[in-house]
T-cell receptor, first 112, second 112 residues
Framework: NAGVTQTPKFQVLKTGQSMTLQCAQD?????MSWYRQDPGMGLRLIHY???????DQGEVPNGYNVSRSTTEDFPLRLLSAAPSQTSVYFC???????????FGPGTRLTVL | KNQVEQSPQSLIILEGKNCTLQ??????????LRWYKQDTGRGPVSLTI?????NTKSNGRYTATLDADTKQSSLHITASQLSDSASYIC???????????FGRGTSLIVHP
């Protein structure tokens, strides 16, 4: 099992560009989420999904969109990148039986 | 508001020494508390989970304690190794929310 995979690992964007961060899991967990991690701020929840077709906002959703068409995939879209979105982004899938979150390796995004 | 506070913010110790990390929370009602280890450049990985009825749980050289009355948890690392250098994140579930509350983490550096 690959667990949770994220692509790309690194990305540099210019202000105003859009892009999609990919996240996939092979554990068949219903709950998935996106976090951003900034120095001194810890992990902050952007969006989450409790199953295919269901998404909701987290703590810092502005500037991001998500969709969940399948159990496996949970892409995060940046609509118009801003320097404030420079961060490391983590996707996670949650095992509801053990309440354990399995995190992907992260995507380091820089917006110039 | 559900909050998780961790201390110290950072810690430097010599290899072979013991250390204790603290986590205080206000999340109520309490469901469970989990400690994650995050190596530099990687996603967090679960170390241990504590439920209301558990006072102590060990995972190798890592021992977590929970005092649900005072809403405090600690993570004790015995005979530290260089590979223990990482960020340790306390995460509490409950508070009437499906979304767990993350602490900002303690950065541990183990020097040879």
């Amino acid at each position: 099992n690959a667990g949770v995979t994220q692509t790309p690992k690194f990305q540099v964007l210019k202000t105003g560009q859009s892009m999609t961060l990919q996240c996939a899991q092979d554990m068949n967990h219903e709950y998935m989420s996106w976090y951003r991690q900034d120095p001194g701020m810890g992990l902050r929840l952007i969006h989450y999904s409790v199953g295919a077709g269901i998404t909701d906002q987290g703590e810092v959703p502005n500037g991001y969109n998500v969709s969940r068409s399948t159990t496996e995939d949970f892409p995060l879209r940046l609509l118009s990148a801003a320097p404030s979105q420079t961060s490391v982004y983590f996707c996670a899938a949650r095992d509801s039986r053990t309440d354990t979150q399995y995190f992907g390796p992260g995507t380091r995004l820089t917006v110039l | 508001k559900n909050q998780v506070e961790q201390s110290p913010q950072s810690l430097i110790i010599l290899e072979g020494k013991n250390c204790t990390l603290q986590c205080n929370y206000t999340v109520s009602p309490f469901s469970n508390l989990r400690w994650y280890k995050q190596d530099t450049g990687r996603g967090p990985v679960s170390l241990t989970i504590m439920t209301f009825s558990e006072n102590t749980k060990s995972n190798g050289r890592y021992t977590a304690t929970l005092d649900a009355d005072t809403k405090q948890s600690s993570l004790h690392i015995t005979a530290s190794q260089l590979s223990d250098s990482a960020s340790y994140i306390c995460v509490v579930s409950g508070g009437g929310s499906y979304i767990p509350t993350f602490g900002r983490g303690t950065s541990l550096i183990v020097h040879p």
